[in-house]
T-cell receptor, first 115, second 109 residues
Framework: NAGVTQTPKFQVLKTGQSMTLQCAQD?????MSWYRQDPGMGLRLIHY???????DQGEVPNGYNVSRSTTEDFPLRLLSAAPSQTSVYFC??????????????FGSGTRLTVV | GQSLEQPSEVTAVEGAIVQINCTYQ??????LSWYQQHDGGAPTFLSY??LDGLEETGRFSSFLSRSDSYGYLLLQELQMKDSASYFC??????????WGAGTKLIIKP
């Protein structure tokens, strides 16, 4: 059982480039989300999904797109990378929104640097 | 606005007991969670309190007082491997997790 798998683990982008961060889970979780974590700060929600075909914006959605075509996958797309998007990105999943409090599983993270 | 307050850093001695506090102000409340994160790692779940009182899991305990909008994480018999950042998070009435900025726990031998 792999849990939540994120790829790549590290990435360097030039300003203006686009890329997709991959996230996959094999636990049949309905709820999936993307966070960014900056030094000395907590996690900030970018986008989330409560099921296949359903996505919504979180606290800091600008500059990012998501889609959820299957239960397993929830990719995050950076449209035009900016230095302000340098951060560590975490994907997380839960069986449902109600179980997030005690059943939230995180991926290992993607460390993104935009130069 | 919604906010969670926790100390930025706490220092303790190996073998001792340490308490990390968290106060919150959120739109609705379903529960308070605690997560541990080692440097370079991902957050991992520690505990969840939906009701007032103390929850114990081995060396870790978590307490909640909903009337005071306050909770704490208690770590006993501290070990060097407990050196990490600890985050509290509240699930609000929209089933969104609101996160604190984290407390870095420094353990000295």
């Amino acid at each position: 059982n792999a849990g939540v798998t994120q790829t790549p683990k590290f990435q360097v982008l030039k300003t203006g480039q686009s890329m997709t961060l991959q996230c996959a889970q094999d636990m049949n979780h309905e709820y999936m989300s993307w966070y960014r974590q900056d030094p000395g700060m907590g996690l900030r929600l970018i986008h989330y999904s409560v099921g296949a075909g359903i996505t919504d914006q979180g606290e800091v959605p600008n500059g990012y797109n998501v889609s959820r075509s299957t239960t397993e996958d929830f990719p995050l797309r950076l449209l035009s990378a900016a230095p302000s998007q340098t951060s560590v990105y975490f994907c997380a999943s839960s069986y449902s929104t109600q179980t997030m409090g005690y059943g939230y599983t995180f991926g290992s993270g993607t460390r993104l640097t935009v130069v | 606005g919604q906010s969670l307050e926790q100390p930025s850093e706490v220092t303790a001695v190996e073998g001792a007991i340490v308490q990390i506090n968290c106060t919150y102000q959120t739109s609705g409340f379903y529960g308070l969670s605690w997560y541990q994160q080692h440097d370079g790692g991902a957050p991992t779940f520690l505990s969840y309190n939906a009701l007032d009182g103390l929850e114990e899991t081995g060396r870790f305990s978590s307490f909640l007082s909903r009337s005071d909008s306050y909770g704490y994480l208690l770590l006993q018999e501290l070990q060097m491997k407990d050196s990490a950042s600890y985050f509290c998070a509240v699930m609000d009435s929209n089933y969104q997790l609101i996160w604190g900025a984290g407390t870095k726990l420094i353990i000295k031998p």
